[in-house]
């Protein structure tokens, strides 16, 4: 994406050299499949687990659903987790194109549909930030009731560091660019299996559709402005790479929340799975008048 140019496309490489890593199936997280068709025919999948208010997790790029596992467990106790698959990935259809910003947004628009009326809370990672303030810009939050942005550049100053080999190196070395890519996820370990279920789920996604999603043509500007623009709760989750973004975001718009994960890698959520509900549940409580036996519960540790 644009970084010191003009263009996304090196701030897009910044977002995926961090953006998703593997996990497994969500088989005992209770989540069940669901699915919707999009204005343009293409079927895609989301898991949905527990009743009442919506959250609704939306991954990075080439990332599946199943990267949400621990929220979806944790949260479905009091809120019902809905974690999306965009188009090509996770468990969707593989449509022939749609792979642009402005159509990605749409899918998160109709998904939103699908789900009913009700506001949701927004949690998006990784490319899902960018495809989610697209939807912003496109539609307004007025169907959000909190916007929850992880780890991607939101074009505060100052801009991250990228690999300008990344993209040559995808082109003409995918899968071994792809592995490389999971493995530097995470900081802390994973079970046996747990990347390669990954890498396999990064490469269902075309080709050319995983390098298309990493050109989306707009400035840095561009996605500050939308974010300067979002009214409802919002709240910045980040590794060390965007801490200056976030104290810059704090202190030009200090409504919005901010935490930085020192210790954890582009996937903090996988990697510190029980501070980030807990900060995400303080969030929903504190910004969002969830129903007080819901957040309290929300607030004790899973189990107890």
């Known amino acids: 994406m644009t970084l010191g140019h003009g263009r996304t496309i090196f701030f897009a490489l910044a977002l995926l050299l961090l953006s998703a890593p593997a996990v497994p199936a969500c088989a005992d997280s209770g989540a069940r499949d ?31 659903a199943e990267i949400w596992e621990a929220q979806i467990r ?18 969707s259809e593989i449509a022939a194109d749609g792979y642009t910003v402005e159509r990605r947004a749409q899918d998160i628009k109709e998904l939103l549909d699908a789900l009913g009326a009700k506001p949701v809370v927004l949690v998006a990672w ?65 079970p046996d299996g747990y990347h390669e279920r990954l890498v396999t789920q990064a490469l269902r996604v075309p080709h050319q559709a995983s390098i298309k ?30 801490k200056e973004q976030a104290l810059n975001l704090k202190r030009n718009k200090p409504d919005a929340e901010i935490e930085v994960f020192e210790q954890a890698g582009h996937a903090l959520f996988v990697d510190e799975p029980e501070r980030f509900n807990r900060l995400l549940a303080d969030f929903i409580r504190a910004k969002t008048g969830a129903p007080a036996g819901a957040a309290a519960n929300l607030t004790r540790e899973p189990g107890h």
């Open 34 to 64: 669901r699915y919707f068709k999009t204005s343009d025919g293409v079927r895609l999948h989301y898991l949905e687990a527990g009743r009442g208010e919506t959250i609704v997790f939306v991954p990075g790029w080439t990332m599946p």
């Open 74 to 91: 944790y949260f479905s106790e009091n809120f019902r987790a809905v974690a999306f698959d965009p188009r090509a990935q996770g468990r």
């Open 126 to 190: 990784s490319l899902g930030v960018l495809e989610s303030l697209a939807y912003v810009a496109r539609h307004g939050d007025a169907r959000l009731a909190a916007l929850v942005l992880v780890d991607n550049s939101i074009g505060e100053e100052p801009p991250p560091v990228t690999d300008p080999t990344f993209l040559p190196r995808l082109r003409r070395e995918r899968a071994a660019t792809v592995t490389r890519f999971v493995r530097g996820m995470f900081r802390q370990p994973r």
């Open 213 to 242: 999603l990493l050109s989306y043509p707009y400035s840095r500007q561009h996605w500050k402005e939308i974010v300067y623009r979002v009214e409802r709760p919002l709240m910045y989750v980040v590794n060390p790479r965007f």
